[in-house]
T-cell receptor
Framework: DGGITQSPKYLFRKEGQNVTLSCEQNLNHDAMYWYRQDPGQGLRLIYYSQIVNDFQKGDIAEGYSVSREKKESFPLTVTSAQKNPTAFYLC??????????????FGPGTRLTVL | AQKITQTQPGMFVQEKEAVTLDCTYDTSDPSYGLFWYKQPSSGEMIFLIYQGSYDQQNATEGRYSLNFQKARKSANLVISASQLGDSAMYFCAMREGPTSYDKVIFGPGTSLSVIP
């Protein structure tokens, strides 16, 4: 089955530690995205990547870093510089060549809690 | 400035009735796309319906239809014959293009509760 995998579903970390969230897709999509969702709020774009070895900052990139070494993988690192890292993180992908009209496919999300 | 506005934080609807969820947007780009997503309590995002800025007709997908009023910059979602499984958060989103076609902006969402 094709889809997007995010692991783990729940993640706990101590304050001051870096943590990496996994996102893998087997949809052969070029573009991948990371969003953050806080309780009762919409999704805010952290980073996105249109192609391997390239990525752009979204609206709230401070305190986060990403890499895109493989088409299938787009891991997100939440660094100690992120002041309020506790949130729900969603990864998405999209076929880049389809123009502006295709929807994004989302993973199941990772709920990060920093203690 | 808020580019996507959803003014109804919470809505209730009786089962089998229709409900309209409001969405207004702000863009100066003539080419854009509007999306609606459903997010159940499990957290997954489910794509419901899409409307392109140049589409002449309102989009429909099963029980979902989009009331697109371009001059008013409004893209309301209409759910007909509500079911208990429709209880969820609903997000309106916009993709501006072509230069920023990969960036999608989401609204704050509306929580819908379907009452038996």
């Amino acid at each position: 089955d094709g889809g997007i995998t995010q692991s783990p579903k729940y993640l706990f970390r101590k304050e001051g530690q870096n943590v990496t969230l996994s996102c893998e897709q087997n949809l052969n999509h070029d573009a991948m995205y990371w969003y953050r969702q806080d309780p009762g709020q919409g999704l805010r774009l952290i980073y996105y990547s249109q192609i391997v070895n390239d990525f752009q900052k979204g609206d709230i990139a401070e305190g986060y870093s990403v890499s895109r070494e493989k088409k299938e993988s787009f891991p997100l690192t939440v660094t100690s510089a992120q002041k309020n890292p506790t949130a729900f993180y969603l990864c998405a992908s999209r076929p880049r060549t389809s123009g502006i009209y295709n929807e994004q496919f989302f993973g199941p999300g990772t709920r990060l809690t920093v203690l | 400035a808020q580019k996507i506005t959803q003014t109804q934080p919470g809505m209730f609807v009786q089962e089998k009735e229709a409900v309209t969820l409001d969405c207004t947007y702000d863009t100066s780009d003539p080419s854009y796309g509007l999306f609606w997503y459903k997010q159940p309590s499990s957290g997954e995002m489910i794509f419901l319906i899409y409307q392109g800025s140049y589409d002449q007709q309102n989009a429909t997908e099963g029980r979902y239809s989009l009331n697109f009023q371009k001059a008013r910059k409004s893209a309301n979602l209409v759910i007909s014959a509500s079911q208990l499984g429709d209880s969820a958060m609903y997000f309106c989103a916009m993709r501006e293009g072509p230069t920023s076609y990969d960036k999608v902006i989401f609204g704050p969402g509306t929580s819908l509760s379907v009452i038996p």
